[in-house]
């Protein structure tokens, strides 16, 4: 098993964590976490596949990596604007839940 | 089995072992901690990877920056903790959707496995064009050459990102200075490591910025230490957050997007395309857009973490 | 090899994306009151590149191409419109001019500050959101597109909040997480698509992809990710209490078009960048889905207090009139009769309902403005006070029901002779029983809007007659597409690739 295989499994995985996390846990900030989890596992099955794809004397193939430099900026300003939106809704009401009267995501 | 492979084996391992930890401990500050420690061992993963540019990124975006973020959600929301748990779904819901967890992971890991051999690539073609845009790092040249447009587009969604962040002050502290009021303490360690890191960390991302044309870096990883500095500064309270109706402030953020546009729209008249280079002019406008993206990036990523306006500008 | 060129007027895609984003940057540094009056002067520029677009594209009797950079895919990214993308963005210009010109009224920088929260965000959010959906309208790179995405849903999101209810705050962040989930599936798919194939190009992906466990995932987690944007039946949990709790003009903008653009990427995904791999039973579980959206969320609507939460439970049920496109327009064996009606029947229902909804929510807010609430129980007899804003809701409500002359009758029809001609005729039974149902909870409102005031009525504010029109404006274009021809639409099919290419007959 090589190294990309590897990582990529391991992307996988994380993947099925963070998705987890992101449904089970009642509390934002711990949904917002499992979502940074979630996205670092789709970013390293990118990575392998930029791996698998080194020739021409480079590492790995540049476009996958480029393409998650570009999304690792967009996934914090996400985090940025969840955490945000999280932080207003405990001063305004004391507490973070996303539970409302007609029911909403547990 | 190869020494190399044990260490891979090892650190993939270390990872799932710290991000089941994130999922599964109790308390969300200690989550948090356990995301920095995941973060700096993911961006390990790049490198061995041989994906360096990415792992700069990773260890200054998605463990400090994102850290530093998250570290001080999870202070402030300490006292919401306990009647959130309450609302935790039954043990059957959680064992169904672990089930279907693990399909989907289960599906991926399929899915990875059975891509093609030999991989298509496109790295052959990039090594072709680097010429013509007078870089040596492919990356670089795929974030600001062939796929500029991702990256132009990618600055409106950061800008747009922080309007919306600022969008959630209250009305009455609108063009104020986000977050508290910061009392700095003049013999304390944040300020003794503030007054020692951020002269070093600025050079260093001048460094990986400008390198970044032939050797990994770039824009983005400079940006984003550049970005950690500040951060650190404005945490120990040696620097006062700007507030955001200063003018200066919004001529920096949104520079490296108005750059970016200018020279695509010249590469109507000059070049062949928006977003194209003129002959031979390609690396230094390259370089004067990079200049312009780490000021924007550092700027950008700080205020985000600053949060939107709390208090009125004190004269 | 598939060597793509820059068309002539290509040119003007990139300006459909810069105008507004350039906008948003100049809005942002100039500030103040100076964010309104840009967007303003924006709102025509726009609309009058995404008629020329059109009028291009129908006159080339081709789609129009620009490379970008003028690099070629697969290194490079290219935009390209088709017919399909120049009714989507005439659509979106048209919905946001009216969502511009209604928010005038509440979103003015009042006269003793520079500038001021509401409004600026306001302005630049609307452009915001109008970069985003024409860059997917317009986008031909499966990347690029998730950018487009996630440039849309950072534009949408604020939108909810920016009242600063509680509420609106909790609405927000549960659609802040549902989409970012959505996203994160989208890109997921599509690192698997670029390990398969080695390009994220709609064209070369459709000459590349083959029906292989790696195609099968990359499809499933990117149409799953987007459902739940599009907020698909079971999906649709965050999408009533937030387009209800956004000021009115951003509600209109919201259940109109933004929704609308993560199923444009559906169909884009599965007629263009991986035709003809949709197994029937996949394309038959989406037409369930669609068929519960409708039944359920008509039923929900029906049991709504509120006037806004009613119109966004509608919304609600009538993306699920959308998801009939999969099992009747889609097939291994295209050349049948009955597909070409219903893509056409599909899209006239998608820009349909955008109209139509836009004009009921812009009534709606105008309504609530008036009386200062939007219960229903306590609307009786407003429809004397606000007449035009009445009718305007009066009008849309006729398109969801599918009621002659109206673009929604027209979709319907198009859409129940194909179901029948298709011999899927348990389609056509729900079209019905939603359009039954729709009735039901217009003419709830109806009545009470026509109703007897029974003396509890009390007008807090004047409302002017000009943002009236504006929503009557809209309606109005709902009704006009009534006077389409009942059958296949040309404009709707310039520019489909070769293998998805459905007959006209």
Known sequence: MNTAALFGLLGAALVGLGLFGLVVHPNPLRKILA????????????????RRGAAAGMGGDPVPQA?????LVVAFSATALAVSLLLRLFQETGRTTLRDEDGGKP | MTISIA??????????????????????FAAVVGFVAYGLLLALVWVRLAAVDVALTEAAIGSGVTGGLLLAAAARLRSSEAPAANERPGATLRVLTALLCAGISLGLAVAVLSLPDPAPTLAPMAAANLPATGLGNGVTAVLLAYRAFDTLLEKVVLLLSLIGVWSLAPDRAWGGRPGPRRVVRPDGALVFLTQLL???GIVVAIYIFWAGADEPGGAFPGGTILAAMWILSMLAGLVEVPAISRRSLRV????????????GLAGFFVADAFLAYPMGYAKPLILVIEAALVLSIAAILGMLVAGPPERTEER | MIAHATTASGFLLVLAIVFPAAGILLALTLGGRHAERITLALLPVGTAVAIAIACEVWRAGDALVYLLGGWQPPLGVMLRAD????????TTSLVICAAGLFGRAGFRTPENLHEARAPLAFWTLLLGVWAALNAVFLGHDLFNLYVGLELLTFGAVPLVALSGRPETLTAALRYLLFALLGSVLYLLGTALLYGAHGTLDIALLAARVRPEPVAWVAAALMTAGLLAKTALFPLHLWLPPAHAGAPAAASAVLSALVVKGSFFLIVRLWFDAMPGLMPQAAAQLLGTLGAAAILFGSVLALRQARLKLLIAYSTVAQIGYLFFLFPLAMGPDLGHSWQAAAWTGGWIQLVSHAFAKAAMFLAAGLIAEAVGHDRIAELAGIGRALPISALAFGLGGLSLMGVPPSGGFVAKWLLLTAAVEAGQWWWALVMLAGGLLAGGYVFRVLGQLWGDANGSLALRARVSRRREALALALALCALSLGFLPLQPNALLQIGRPHAAELVVR
């Open chain 2, 198 to 200: 951020p002269p070093v």
């Open chain 2, 252 to 263: 920096v953020l949104v520079l490296g997007a108005a750059l970016f546009f200018a020279v």
């Open chain 1, 35 to 50: 979502f940074n989890l979630l996205g670092g596992g789709v970013f390293l099955v990118f990575g392998a596949v930029a």
């Open chain 3, 83 to 90: 017919g399909l993308s120049a009714v989507m963005l005439v």
């Open chain 2, 7 to 28: 260490i891979d084996v090892g650190l993939a391992l270390l990872v799932l072992a710290v991000a089941a930890w994130i999922i599964a401990v109790r308390d969300a």
């Open chain 1, 67 to 71: 393409l998650v430099i570009t999304g």
